[in-house]
């Protein structure tokens, strides 16, 4: 029962380049979306979330989208820096319970 | 920045024995959870506690476990008796309320030999 679902495992891109990661839900209740950002034996950490009274949300470098009558949510990075190479999940929940569902995760290498 | 806690990093422990895994949540935080992720795997929900008991858990989240809250600072997770497939990097996260932002600690590296 994957509610969300990150079909692409990896991604490079170049330095300076953007990064496009995404994410797609099945949940139509989800109200409320986050990325999360995870480096090797560290735990996630937070990146950027919107709420889906929104379609959009920004900060600095990271642009988050989502389109809720597909279902589905991306992560914008611009430029691309070697730095935020690292896994990053997607992450859904609903305003009626306090459960977090992630996605299996998009490993993404900014090659310098 | 204030942090979840974990300890310890790393547990190696013989199948059918007992464990159990330490985590402080934020000061001010009022969800606590925990996640595991199986190594090349989705981080998957165990269960999450509030107001002093279980709100929700998982079908992971079998008799075998169980999380306590032992005084105002601690949430804890103990595996009674742990099984081979329980080896996961093991994750406590906490809220300070619902429909915010989730912080998690580092882990702790459960090796079940």
């Known amino acids: 029962d994957q509610q969300v679902k990150q079909n692409s495992p990896s991604l490079s891109v170049q330095e300076g380049r953007i990064s496009i990661l995404n994410c797609d839900y099945t949940?139509?209740?989800?109200?409320?979306f986050l990325w999360y950002k995870k480096y090797p034996a560290e735990g996630p950490t937070f990146l950027i979330s919107i709420s889906s009274i929104k379609d959009k949300n920004e900060d600095g470098r990271f642009t988050v989208f989502l389109n809720k009558s597909a279902k589905h949510l991306s992560l914008h990075i611009v430029p691309s820096q070697p730095g935020d190479s690292a896994v990053y999940f997607c992450a859904a929940t609903a305003n009626t319970g306090n459960q977090f569902y992630f996605g299996t995760g998009t490993s993404l290498t900014v090659i310098p | 920045e204030p942090e979840v806690t974990q300890t310890p990093s790393h547990q190696v422990t013989q199948m059918g024995q007992e464990v159990i895994l330490r985590c402080v949540p934020i000061?001010?935080?009022?969800?606590f959870y925990w996640y595991r992720q199986i190594l090349g795997q989705k981080v998957e929900f165990l269960v999450s506690?509030?107001?002093?008991?279980?709100?929700?858990k998982s079908e992971i989240f079998d008799d075998q476990f169980s999380v306590e809250r032992p005084d105002g600072s601690n949430f804890t997770l103990k595996i009674r008796s742990t099984k081979l497939e329980d080896s996961a990097m093991y994750f406590c996260?906490?809220?300070?309320?619902?429909?915010?932002?989730?912080?998690f600690g580092s882990g702790t590296q459960l090796s079940v030999l």
């Open positions: 000061s001010n935080h009022l969800y």
């Open positions: 506690f509030y107001n002093n008991e279980i709100s929700e």
């Open positions: 996260a906490s809220m300070r309320g619902q429909s915010e932002k989730l912080f």
């Open positions: 949940n139509s209740m989800f109200d409320y």
